[in-house]
Every structure is written in C-alpha cells, then in structure tokens.
C-alpha cells in the first residue's frame, strides 16, 4: 500500500515507524532535520516542505496514494491537507483531529470535505476509559471473527484467591475452553506455558466465547455488576466524553476543575447529565479528595502527565480501588507501574491502533498492537503450508499462538489437537518483532 503521511511529529514518526516494512510510506515535513532522525531509523520516503502546499501535495498524490493520513499540529490544517489530498486522487484520507464538533458531526463533514476517517486521539482515549471505568480490571476488549471470539485483556485483582498458582492448575479451575495469549508480570512480558505462575497484579491478555469469558472474569478480576462511583479530576474534552457516555451507567460522579470560568462552563454544558462539578483543586485541597474516599474509580485525564500521575498515586494512597491517568508523554508512562496506577491511556497511541485497522483492514481482519504483543486475524488460502496439521506440531514453526479458529462461521478455542484448515479465520498473538514474518506466514507467502 501507498501511504502519505503528513506530519512527523509523535503519531505520524510511530505510524511510520510501524508502517513501512510493509508498505511504500512517504513522510512530509517542514522539518529536514526531524525528518532525518526518521530516516536514520527507517526506510522511508520523505520530502521537506508545507504539507497544505497545493503543488507539493498533488505532486505526491498524483504518484499513486492509497492512504493519506494528516498528523499536523493544527486540527484544521489537518482537514485542510486531507480534503486536498482526497481531491488530488487518495483513495482514502484520514484526519487527525481534536475538536468535538468534527466528531460528533463526522457524517455530515465528511460528505462536505471528503474526508473517510475524522480521529480524535481524545475521543478514542476516552473510549478505552469508559469501558475500564465500567468493569474495572478489563484494560482492553475487541472481538474477533465476526464478533464470535471475545478478547479481554485483564488485570488479576488483588483478592484472587488462586495467587501463586500455575496457568495449569487456575485453568483446570475455570474449566471453560480459554486460549491465555500473553502475560504481563511485572515488566517482563511473555507467552505462557502451562507452569506459568499467576499473581495478583498480573496482566492477561485472555481469548474465548462470549459464554465462556463470564466466569474468567470473576475469578481473575472480580464482580462487575455493581454500579460505580466515579470521580474526574479536570474539564478536558475527555472528561465531556466520560460524563456524556457513563450518564446512566454509574451511581455517581464528581468532577473537579480548579478554574472556575471553565467550572462554570462545564455546568452549562453538563447540565442535562447526572454529575456534580466542584470548583476546587483537591490536590491543593486533599480534604476534598479524602472525603471521596469510599468511590470506586478515579479519573485523571488532564493535559499535564506529571499532575495526572500524582492525583493518580495519591487517589491510590488513600484508598480508591482503581485508578486511570492519561498520559501525553510516553516518558512518564513508563512511571505507572512504580506509582500504583491500574490504566494509563496515551491518546495518540490509541490514535496509531486505529490507523493500524484500517492500514490492515483488507489483508489483516483486525490488528490491535498492545504491551510488545500484535493481535490480528486472517482468512486462511490454499498457499498456507501448515494447512490440517495439528497446532502442537507447528506452534514454533508459525511464530505464534492460534487464539481462535472461525470455521462455517462458528468459533473453536483451539487446543493443540485442533488443525487449520481452507477458509478459516484464524486469531493469531505474536510478539511485534516476529509480527511481518507471522504476518508473511498467515497471508501464505511464506
């Protein structure tokens, strides 16, 4: 695939940095020396220049684009660059933006620009909150073949009552058909055997039927049923997208902003939904946050990480069970496992996986990059050579774990008897550096 990439700051060097073994990227910048650094670590095409220059974007569309993503600094150059792109022949652009107006209005503006994909890193940060916020312990969920395989990704709570057993003997607990494609255990991440050990803190990353998962996640993450009590700290955009979507399904929450224009805005923004907005700082004034003690999740998702990561820690100090800071600088996200924090999210990493998706969409089923470990699923051709051999014999030669088989569109939790076979669809977890030679593997090419 063709792809123009225009911009080279944080989303736009990681999209080509993941992107270009695969595919013919070119990178536009004003900045020859950022550029440089991007090709002295990969092999990419790049011009220097202003990517809402007329001429220099025909001449790189016109050359054949089948992607144009724009990840300038500026939403509305973004729309700018990609409207222009569209109308110099892309197949498909996408917009990086951060305004909720593009977002909510999505259809309506991308008939006017001609724009395929408005994305807000926010907006999609915010999603991943919302659904750790409403079962909390469940850091990440996709589905997979058609929605028939359930993928969850799980931090073990701290009253798991099987601490320190082996991956065999919880299993044989659980009983239900489960595929563990990885487990994090403190910094090391790695694929599990049998004698693997479980502990409370680990992160799994578990696959099954949707009847099946109901009993994993009470045994690895405890009762989701209750409602929640949720605290915010600050009125970003990703506040307004928590407020808005968790209006009916949390008992109750508060949101402090310490700047009271903005307090006031919120108030009259909000107003139709069930949250109580204080005006006041509780990281100056803790009493505040003492007093909410007893909630059962706290949210920090201001533009400053360092303030993000301490009200996380402290929220945690005194007591509240779960804990989500977003991150801006991927820097600091190396510091939430130090300070207790159960979810961090970095939005222009959630940006970069949605990309990804629709980078993949018509080889690759799905694709999710997550922890080191790359997730996708492919519909198996007659040049795949490991087609009806039992998967115990051929786990080392594929590169990966089979999660999941779709056959006659019916799910199988494979075990090491099960075969693949023509026509499947196949869940695949492998680690990201073996993920183009797996990639190779399932698409028969290798």
């Known amino acids: 695939m063709k792809i123009v990439i225009a911009g080279a700051g944080r989303a736009g060097s990681l999209l080509a940095e993941m992107l270009y073994k695969d595919n013919d990227v070119m990178v536009i910048d004003h900045n020859k020396t950022v550029l440089d650094n991007l090709t002295g670590k990969v092999d990419v095409g790049v011009r220097v220049g202003n990517a809402l220059d007329p001429v220099l974007l025909q001449e790189v569309v016109s050359g054949g684009c089948d992607l144009f993503i724009s990840t300038l600094g500026d939403e509305r150059a973004n729309v700018i660059a990609s409207s222009s792109a569209k109308n110099f022949g892309a197949v498909k652009v996408v917009a990086l933006v951060s305004d909720m107006v593009f ?43 058609n929605d028939r395989i359930q993928f969850y990704e799980l931090r073990v709570w701290n009253q798991f009552k099987e601490n320190g057993k082996t991956l065999k003997e919880v299993m044989g607990l659980i009983k239900d058909k489960l595929v563990i494609g ?28 949707h009847d099946s998962m109901a009993r994993a996640v009470k045994v690895f993450a405890g009762d989701w049923n209750k409602k929640k009590r949720i605290i915010i700290l600050g009125g970003t955009t990703i506040s307004i997208q928590i407020v808005r ?63 993000n ?80 051999k039992p998967l115990k014999d051929i786990r080392f030669d594929i590169g990966g774990i089979v999660a999941g088989i779709i056959r006659n569109e019916q799910p199988i939790i494979p075990t090491g008897e099960d075969m693949i076979k023509e026509n499947d669809r196949v869940v695949i977890v492998t680690e990201a550096e073996k993920f183009n030679e797996v990639n190779r593997i399932f698409q028969g090419k290798g």
Do not use: C, M, W
């Open 182 to 209: 990885y487990i994090k255990s403190g910094k090391q991440v790695e694929v599990p055997t049998g004698d693997t050990i479980i502990k409370s803190g680990d992160i799994l990353g578990i696959f099954g039927r």
């Open 245 to 307: 979507s968790l209006k009916d399904k949390v008992s109750a929450i508060k949101l402090f902003e310490k700047e009271k224009q903005r307090a006031e805005e919120l108030s009259r923004v909000l107003s139709k939904y069930k949250v109580d907005i204080i005006n006041d700082d509780p990281l100056n004034n803790r009493s505040q946050l003492i007093a909410v003690k007893d909630f059962d999740v706290f949210i920090a998702p201001t533009h400053d990480d360092e303030r």
């Open 309 to 388: 990561v301490v009200a996380g820690s402290f929220a945690k100090d005194i007591g509240i069970p779960y804990v989500v800071s977003v991150i801006y600088n991927k820097q600091f996200g190396e510091l939430i496992d130090r300070f207790g924090i159960d979810f961090s999210v970095i939005p222009y990493y959630s940006f970069v996986n949605k990309v990804l998706r629709i980078v993949y969409q018509n080889t690759v089923k799905h694709l999710l990059n997550i922890r080191g470990i790359e997730i996708a699923e492919y519909e198996i051709g007659k040049t795949f050579k490991y087609l009806n």
């Open 103 to 145: 977002t909510d209005g999505a259809f309506l503006y991308e008939g006017i620009f001609g724009i395929d994909f408005f994305l807000s890193p926010d907006q999609l940060a915010a999603t991943d909150i919302i659904n750790f916020s409403e079962s909390p312990g469940l850091l990440v969920s996709e589905e997979y073949g």
